[in-house]
C-alpha cells in the first residue's frame, strides 16, 4: 500500500476527532467542508494508513475514587533481554498502571504511571505486586499534588 500524503482537510480531520471522537460522519463532513461519502472514504484511508490507531472513551477518574497518581521509578538489577521483557510482562498486567515508559539518561530503567483510590492501595500495589519482581533493585515514587495539564492529543503540523 503506498504512503498516505496528508492534505489539509486530512489534518483538520484528525483535529477534529482527536478533540471530539463522537462526531458522526454527517456532523464531520460539516464541519470539514466535504460531503459525507468523501469525508467517510477519508477517515477510512486515514484509518487503514495507520494515522487514526484506535478509538477509545475517556473515563473521569474522580467517579471511580480514583485520587491519587502516582509516577514510580524502577530500577533493576539486570538489564538483560530476559529480565527487561519479563518485567515489561508482569507491570503491563497491573490495571494501576496506566503508563510504563523504558528509560535513558536516568537513573531508573523504568518509569510508571499508576492510578489508585489512596495511599492504602497504593501501599498494596507496591508491596504486594511490584516489588515482588526478584529484578527490582530500587524504587522511587513521586505524587502528584495537582495536575496542570492533561492532553490526549498529539501535536499536529499546523496547516
Do not use: W
Request: net charge negative.
Amino acid at each position: 500500500m503506498a504512503e498516505l500524503q496528508l492534505d489539509q482537510i486530512d489534518f483538520a480531520i484528525l483535529k477534529l476527532l482527536q478533540s471530539h471522537g463522537k462526531l458522526s460522519n454527517q456532523e464531520l463532513a460539516v464541519k470539514i467542508g466535504l460531503s459525507p461519502s468523501p469525508c467517510s472514504r477519508r477517515v477510512k484511508a486515514l484509518e487503514e494508513s495507520g494515522f487514526i490507531a484506535g478509538y477509545a472513551t475517556l473515563l473521569s477518574a474522580e467517579h471511580f475514587n480514583l485520587s491519587l497518581t502516582a509516577y514510580v521509578q524502577v530500577r533493576l538489577d539486570k538489564h538483560s533481554h530476559e529480565v527487561l521483557e519479563s518485567f515489561e510482562t508482569r507491570v503491563c498486567g497491573y490495571d494501576e498502571v496506566l503508563e510504563c515508559c523504558l528509560l535513558t539518561g536516568s537513573d531508573a530503567d523504568y518509569q510508571l504511571k499508576v492510578l489508585v483510590e489512596d495511599m492504602s492501595q497504593f501501599k498494596v500495589f507496591l508491596l504486594d505486586k511490584l516489588t515482588t519482581d526478584p529484578h527490582i533493585a530500587g524504587v522511587h515514587s513521586s505524587f502528584v499534588l495537582k495536575q496542570v495539564k492533561n492532553q490526549t492529543s498529539i501535536p499536529l503540523p499546523q496547516s
